[in-house]
């Protein structure tokens, strides 16, 4: 079974802040990861993936994760916070592809401090 | 190109009725999959759908039904609406099963009253 625990279901930081949105994942075979981004009342937005090799993935808008599957870890982070990162974040695992089911943590809604 | 489109956006139903939602995937894929989001909560898997066949089916009771038509659109249906079943209804398209990238649409907001 596949699982994914999101820490801190709201994270406030100042803008140009460091930004650190907490995810480990529980899963028995080699997870594919994700994180994505919801705007209020819309769609989810994929802002990074990781299936094989580099375990440092990168993604859209500055933001980047790392893999470390000694902590089951897939932490999302920003070196400097802008507004517009103000939104809801999901990380996500897949035991195949994120075309088959997608299992989605509970979400972290980030602020930002003017 | 457009991207997931989904119908209708919003709609408002009573308990007991019937629902139908509606996707259109991006042009060329294949693959459909349904998500139920509740508030304050992550989007739940309810069903997979690639070359007009299920693929994967979540944890939702038989009152969820869906199919895929040979244009690889598909519908999503619910009968016998339950307070509990208003949510933000998710499609998402990819362009295999197997492809690493799924892409969603905004969503048809169900209230169900």
């Known amino acids: 079974a596949q699982s994914v625990t999101q820490l801190g279901s709201h994270v406030s930081v100042s803008e140009g802040a460091l930004v650190l949105l907490r995810c480990n994942y529980s899963?028995?075979?080699?997870?594919?990861l994700f994180w994505y981004v919801q705007y209020p009342n819309q769609g989810l937005q994929l802002l990074l993936k990781?299936?094989?090799?580099?375990?440092l993935v990168k993604g859209i808008n500055g933001f980047e994760a790392e893999f470390k599957k000694s902590e089951t870890s897939f932490h999302l982070t920003k070196p400097s916070a802008h507004m517009s990162d103000a939104s809801e974040y999901f990380c996500a695992v897949s035991r195949y592809s994120s075309a088959s089911k997608i299992i989605f943590g509970s979400g972290t809604r980030l602020s930002i401090r003017p | 190109d457009a991207g997931v489109t989904q119908s209708p956006t919003h709609l408002i139903k009573t308990r007991g009725q019937h629902v139908t939602l509606r996707c259109s995937p991006i042009s060329g894929h294949k693959s459909v999959s349904w998500y139920q989001q509740v508030l304050g909560q992550g989007p739940q898997f309810i069903f997979q759908?690639?070359?007009?066949?299920?693929?994967g089916r979540g944890n939702f009771p038989d009152r969820f039904s869906a199919r895929q038509f040979p244009n690889y659109s598909s519908e999503l249906n619910v009968n016998a609406l339950l307070l509990g079943d208003s949510a933000l209804y998710l499609c998402?398209?990819?362009?295999?099963?197997?492809?690493?990238?799924?892409?969603f649409g905004q969503g048809t907001r169900l209230t169900v009253v």
């Open positions: 998402a398209s990819s362009l295999v099963s197997s492809d690493t990238e799924a892409f």
């Open positions: 899963s028995s075979v080699p997870p594919y």
């Open positions: 759908y690639y070359e007009k066949e299920e693929r």
């Open positions: 990781y299936t094989t090799g580099a375990t």
